[in-house]
């Protein structure tokens, strides 16, 4: 609710990986409703069984599959009513050339999100927080977090205004310093949620 994610919308999942929120997804906008779940080739290599086993038989008919990588994202005009990147902001500061994940240019993804994004459309981010001024290079790559400030800052300027957080993912024990897969902090890290506004 806090995304404004309704019926009948056009919601694009970007990052989508094995499509846990691209199912929740599914079942809010309904069968006149569409999710594009997207993907680059390194996230499908990762979770090909999940989303083999969750797209199977067609049990999700109001989800398309979307793979391309962020650099070469391309979206039909004005064509989406809604964007979600969960726990996925701090991966365009993530390299892995050996395992097919290339250096990402945020400014060129948010360029594609400002094409495909109707006016008035949001985009809703959710990530696990990192140390407040800490280097996204680094803390992306290793701790797989992302400053909240560094998210403002990627979109300033852009087609998408800030528009509201919500705390309802907070957690003020978490000290942001280790990775968010570390067995003391996974599913439990201090995290933001924001949500911006299509101009």
């Not at 969750?54 to 599959?65: A, F, K, M, S, T």
């Not at 977090?145 to 309802?168: K, W, Y």
Request: charge should be negative.
């Amino acid at each position: 609710s806090f995304f404004e994610i309704t019926p009948k919308m056009t919601v694009l999942d970007l990052f989508s990986g094995g499509g846990y929120y691209s199912e929740i997804l599914s079942g809010v906008v309904g069968s006149q409703g569409t999710v594009l779940s997207h993907n680059n080739e390194a996230y499908l290599a990762f979770v090909n069984a999940e989303v083999t086993s969750r797209y199977g038989d067609d049990r999700l008919p109001n989800v398309r599959q979307l793979t391309a990588e962020a650099n070469a994202l391309k979206l039909e005009p004005s064509s989406i009513d809604a964007v979600l990147a969960v726990l996925t902001w701090h991966d365009f500061y993530y390299v892995d050339p050996a395992n097919n994940w290339p250096e990402i240019d945020t400014v060129k993804v948010v360029e594609a999100l400002c094409s495909g994004v109707k006016p008035g459309g949001v985009l809703g981010i959710v990530d696990h927080v990192a140390a407040a001024g800490s280097d996204p290079w680094d803390s992306g790559q290793n701790l797989h977090r992302i400053d909240p400030d560094r998210i403002r800052a990627d979109l300033e300027g852009s087609c998408f205004a800030f528009e509201a957080e919500s705390n309802v993912l907070r957690n003020p024990d978490d000290d942001h310093g280790k990775s968010m897969g570390d067995p003391s902090v996974r599913g439990q890290t201090d995290r933001v949620v924001y949500r911006f506004r299509r101009n």
